[in-house]
């Protein structure tokens, strides 16, 4: 592995420093705007590639690295090669493939980055971008939300909080307006599961920790995701097992776990918009007219997308899934799932759909490879709260079908898997 001098623009330094800088600000750029962070991950990518030229000058050299790694970057390579080749054979167009990129643009050519050890020293920092992001785009929706909150008349200020009647500007769509609540939902807790479970890399103060903590599961609270919420009680009874699971305190697991699902169930009753979607469900539920697939937006995106399955289950209806949706939708009368192109909201089911079995076979394989990888991992503790997470928001919400999903899972999945305790130093 032969590098350039050290007088070189671009010796091992540099190149390191720079795409290592870019990444850093992808991660905190990932609350933000869409488009915002594909400018930094496209210059990472860049210095990455001259990681490649520098480093591994001969084929045998580059062929040996590859091989080394190819378990971890066999997945998300395969996952963006079955859409290649459906966008080759099928009907999709090449915006059905472009953003998939990502699968293999991000493990491959950042591949001398993410296993060298000057990732694997400052990966501390990276997580810390991350959640400086989310921190910051937090307080701007609580400010926005509070400004909007105030009325002046007449030299006089008046707080009001409500749009109208029972609808607050500060849950939901009214407070997230960057992007939809799920997906910055997502986000947050995945920031909770860091502070929770790295934070020995993070290297904070307690307190910090702490208040780091209480905000995100305010804000948690505030976007009102259910999905979002059942798994942060999963992620905080994880946490509370591995504390005190050796300790002669284990007994507190047996009190805090109730007390958990009790305070959801409470939070589930009193949250005005989740109380207001569980009534309507409810209502819909016991409605012995209605099918059980009419009984809410979901239930009929769910449907849908299993009746087309059925038709198609060993190969998909490939890259024109959402077409197919909207004519499934029709088909049932359900005009506005039609008119809004609502996904499978199901990552299981979208997968299956567009891919058949060897789609979702990939996809799971992606999914469990930190897993198998998590011994050698430099974040091996973050595996197991990953593993809750992201497969479990995917039961309702297709998170890799929009670029937020692709860019968030793929560089988790790279630092997850790829920074070792034992490194090549690219």
């Known amino acids: 592995m032969d590098s350039l001098s050290n007088d070189s623009i671009f010796n091992k330094l540099t190149w390191q420093r720079s795409a290592y800088f870019f990444l850093c600000i992808a991660l905190f750029l990932l609350p933000f705007p869409r488009n915002w962070t594909l400018w930094p991950i496209g210059l990472f990518l860049l210095f990455s590639l ?30 963006f090669f079955i859409h290649f080749i459906y966008f080759l054979t099928g009907d999709g167009t090449w915006t059905n493939v472009e953003e998939r990129l990502l699968f293999i643009l991000v493990p491959v050519v950042g591949l001398p980055l993410f296993i060298s050890d000057f990732l694997r020293r400052n990966i501390r920092y990276l997580l810390l971008a991350f959640i400086s992001g989310l921190v910051i785009v937090s307080v701007f929706l609580l400010t926005r939300a509070l400004i909007n909150c105030l009325t002046f008349s007449e030299g006089t200020v008046s707080f009001n909080q409500f749009i109208e009647p029972g609808i607050s500007r500060f849950t939901w769509q009214r407070l997230s307006v960057i992007e939809n609540p799920t997906y910055l939902s997502l986000k947050i807790l995945w920031a909770i599961a860091l502070l929770f479970f790295a934070k020995n890399i993070l290297n904070l103060r307690k307190i910090q920790t702490f ?5 995100f599961v305010m804000i948690l609270l505030l976007l009102s995701v259910r999905t979002e919420l059942f798994l942060l009680i999963v992620i905080i009874i994880l946490f509370i097992t591995i504390r005190f699971w050796k300790s002669r305190y284990r007994w507190i697991i047996l009190l805090l776990i109730p007390f958990l699902f009790i305070a959801l169930t409470l939070v589930f009753r009193y949250n005005a918009r989740i109380a207001k979607q569980n009534n309507e469900l409810l209502t819909k539920v016991l409605d012995e007219r209605l099918e059980w697939r009419n009984k809410d937006p979901r239930t009929r995106a769910w449907s849908s997308a299993i009746d087309l399955i059925r038709e198609k289950p060993l190969l998909g209806v490939g890259l024109g899934a959402q077409d197919s949706l909207v004519a499934e939708y029709k088909k049932h009368d359900y005009s506005t799932e039609a008119r809004l192109r609502l996904n499978a909201h199901n990552q299981y089911l979208e997968t299956q759909l567009a891919f058949g079995i060897p789609g979702i076979i990939v996809l799971l394989w992606m999914l469990l490879d930190p897993f198998y990888s998590r011994k050698k991992s430099v974040l091996k503790d973050l ?9 479990g928001s995917m ?17 988790f999945y790279c630092l997850l898997t790829l920074p070792q305790e034992r490194q090549i130093d690219a």
């Open 383 to 391: 595996v197991i709260p990953f593993l809750i997470i992201l497969p």
């Open 50 to 79: 001259i990681g490649w030229i520098n480093n591994f000058s001969d084929i045998s050299t580059v062929k040996s690295l590859l091989f080394r790694y190819k378990l971890v970057l066999l997945p998300p390579v395969l996952y």
């Open 211 to 215: 208040l780091l903590i209480v905000f």
């Open 395 to 411: 039961l309702t919400v297709s998170v890799l079908v929009r670029v937020w999903g692709i860019m968030f899972f793929i560089i």
